[in-house]
């Protein structure tokens, strides 16, 4: 196969030089053909002009369709004297008589084609198509595309649990101090989750308490109640919105990393490398990861709270003329143990659900580099949606906890 | 050219396999037997299966008929555990390295040494100087794969899969990708661990040189009928073969291609030479 593709490589290269010397002075001549009954039922198939790439030649729909026409043809033939410039379209043009022709059961003769051409075509037609290996497009109806989308919804779920499952177990096997995996990589797992993730935190975290301010000025200033300004900042940083940003951010950060890094080490087979020398990868490669985000991301949200309600402060002290002491008294009057309480629980469950849906997809990523892509934006997309969903589960259950 | 024994007794015994994805058939009937001390090839044209046959081999596709057995004991219709601790007595070169790139040679090559023996880190580092001395690269040590050429890459990938002294070493396409000076020198090693350990090798590759240079048995797939359409010493298979497919793949296709130059000829690699 390897060499009949550089045979064809060969010839091509030579093609174009051979015909442009030929008729390189005169006019481009659009590609033109007719059809001549000659004796004994022989069909003559003759080309004129040019038959390239760039001149508009005749498809073979319209050559089929004249031959079709033609009747009592036994044999079809080649005149290829007023034939200037060909390439690869003159021989798709000449494989589509070679296969009409074969339909037919009518023989075709290559003889009258150039030198270059007959090879072509003699090596397309060399190996004959591997039977069942073209593709056929088929569209599903309705009700078949509704299925397949269910069945592999369902597998999906079913792969998302069982790894959901598989990562628990690590995890218990961790507390129990069974488990087997490289110190170092947890350590840089939280050199990424923790350090690193600070600056981009800190800005988010600021202008998040900022924007709250804001908000609430412009409505709590038309009461002459601007002090309240401290209330909303500290609850809706504390309740919401610290572990929901740093659970969005470290999703983009650092739950689209991790499925790039294990859709990458697929890729490189580096996966299957783990599992033929028993490593397992869900606690050589998973749990590393997952415990630096149950680590970090308490962390971070306290880290994010203070910041938040620091811009706020910038607000209320600078915008609205409170001051310092006021806006913290008012701050710490505002929020109690529990609000803080809850969105730190909130974002241990964002870390747990970004590290997991980042190596779920990375461990699920097909062996290309688009597959590696894919995983990274469905980790994302995954991460944040889950992170949504459960925020909302968790202020129905909050809510009626009454607390 | 090396001297071994067919007589041996058989390593790896594989019956009546079939193998697919999902209902498409990658290949069906497959038996075959491969004696200790053998270098096999699992060779045929690109897509024939080779690859997803060692993955069968490996552990890391399961058949979807036939039976699989190293030394005798069954290996897919035992117990996970049991596969596993059969796992640990092969060894595996994956087509592309696959060494773990946040690693340093010497880490690759010692994390199944720290994992499966009572050893302390200054005598797994010392072992692992010792499999990459074997193979070539001593004093690399502390280079990341990322940093190393490919032909290295394949040698540190041979250390690290000779790490537990293993009864069996896959290789997956060795060759693949390297100078035929590189190319050559894999070879060597090949059979000088052989040799010299007495560890039975399992090849899949398609590259002529290597097959006759090496080859001492062999199982040969056919894409269209999707099985195994010879076996045996790959050097009989070529001048002797009954089916002229295996003939013309071995002797590179020189029986069929007859029109226009032979491209064969301006190759790099000349299979003829390099067997004898």
């Known amino acids: 196969m390897e060499s009949a593709v550089r045979l064809a490589e060969n010839i091509l290269a030579q093609a174009p030089r051979m015909t442009v010397a030929k008729d390189h002075a005169t006019d481009r001549k659009t590609g033109a053909f007719s059809v001549e009954m000659g004796t004994a039922g022989v069909g003559l198939l003759a080309f004129s002009g040019d038959w390239t790439l760039q001149a508009k030649a005749p498809g073979a729909a319209a050559i089929a369709s004249a031959l079709a026409a033609g009747t009592g043809i036994r044999r079809i033939g080649f005149d290829t004297d007023a034939l200037a410039q060909w390439d690869s379209t003159f021989i798709t043009a000449i494989l589509g008589v070679v296969a009409q022709g074969k339909a037919a059961g009518i023989d075709v003769d290559l003889g009258g084609l150039p030198a270059g051409a007959q090879r072509l075509v003699t090596l397309a037609t060399a190996v004959p198509e591997r039977q069942g290996a073209r593709r056929t497009a088929t569209r599903d109806g309705f009700l078949v595309g509704l299925g397949k989308w269910w069945l592999a919804s369902y597998k999906s779920m079913q792969d998302s649990l069982a790894f959901v499952g598989e990562a628990t177990i690590a995890l218990a096997r961790f507390s129990v101090g069974r488990a087997r995996f490289r110190r170092v990589d947890l350590m840089i797992a939280l050199e990424a989750c923790g350090p690193k993730a600070l600056p981009i935190v800190t800005l988010i975290s600021v202008l998040i308490g900022l924007i709250l301010a804001f908000v609430g000025a412009i409505q709590l200033r038309q009461f002459g109640a601007q002090i309240y300004v401290a209330d909303l900042v500290a609850i809706a940083m504390a309740r919401e919105m610290a572990a929901i940003m740093t659970g969005i951010i470290m999703a983009g950060r650092t739950g689209a990393a991790f499925a790039a890094q294990l859709g990458t080490m697929q890729v490189n087979e580096e996966i299957d490398a783990f599992r033929t020398l028993g490593f397992s990868p869900m606690e050589f490669l998973v749990l590393p990861r997952m415990l630096a985000l149950i680590v970090m991301m308490p962390l971070l949200c306290i880290y994010a709270n203070i910041l938040g309600i620091l811009g706020g402060g910038i607000v209320g002290i600078w915008m609205l003329g409170l001051t310092p002491t006021a806006y913290y008294v008012q701050t710490i009057a505002s929020v109690s143990l529990t609000d803080f309480g809850i969105g730190i629980s909130k974002s241990v469950i964002f870390g747990i659900v970004v590290a997991l849906a980042g190596c779920l997809k990375g461990l699920q990523s097909g062996r290309s580099a688009s597959a590696v892509g894919d995983a990274a934006t469905s980790a994302v997309v995954l991460s944040i949606v889950m992170i949504i969903v459960l925020d909302g589960f968790f202020a129905v259950v909050t809510s009626i906890m009454g607390i | ?276």
């Open chain 2, 1 to 276: 050219m090396t001297g071994t024994t067919h007589t041996s007794s058989p390593h790896i015994e594989v019956s009546n396999l079939d193998l697919s994805y999902g209902d498409f058939v990658i290949q069906k009937n497959l038996t075959f037997t491969v004696n200790h001390g053998d270098v096999f090839i699992i060779m045929g044209g690109s897509g024939c299966g080779k690859s997803t046959v060692l993955k069968c081999l490996i552990g890391l596709k399961s058949p979807a008929r036939g039976i699989v057995r190293f030394d005798g004991a069954d290996f897919w219709s035992t117990a996970a555990s049991t596969r596993e601790a059969m796992m640990r007595r092969f060894g595996v070169l994956y087509q592309s390295g696959a060494l773990w790139s946040s690693m340093t040679l010497a880490e690759n090559v010692g994390l199944p040494l720290g994992e499966y023996t009572e050893l302390g880190a200054a005598e797994i580092r010392d072992l692992a100087a010792m499999k990459l001395a074997l193979v070539g690269l001593a004093g690399f040590e502390d280079f990341y794969p990322s940093e190393i050429s490919g032909g290295m890459q394949k040698r540190a990938g041979i250390a690290r899969a000779m790490a537990l002294d293993p009864d069996v070493l896959f290789l997956d396409e060795p060759s693949a990708g390297l100078d035929p000076i590189s190319s050559k020198l894999l070879d060597d090693l090949i059979v000088e661990l052989r040799d010299s350990l007495g560890t039975t090798m399992v090849i899949v590759t398609h590259e002529l040189a290597s097959i006759f240079s090496i080859g001492t048995n062999s199982v040969f797939l056919d894409p269209v009928s999707k099985t195994m359409i010879a076996k045996g010493d790959p050097r009989e298979l070529r001048d002797h073969s009954p089916d002229p497919n295996v003939r013309e793949f071995l002797n590179r296709g020189a029986s069929a291609m007859t029109k226009g130059p032979d491209p064969a000829r301006t190759d790099s690699s000349r299979p003829t030479e390099a067997a004898r």
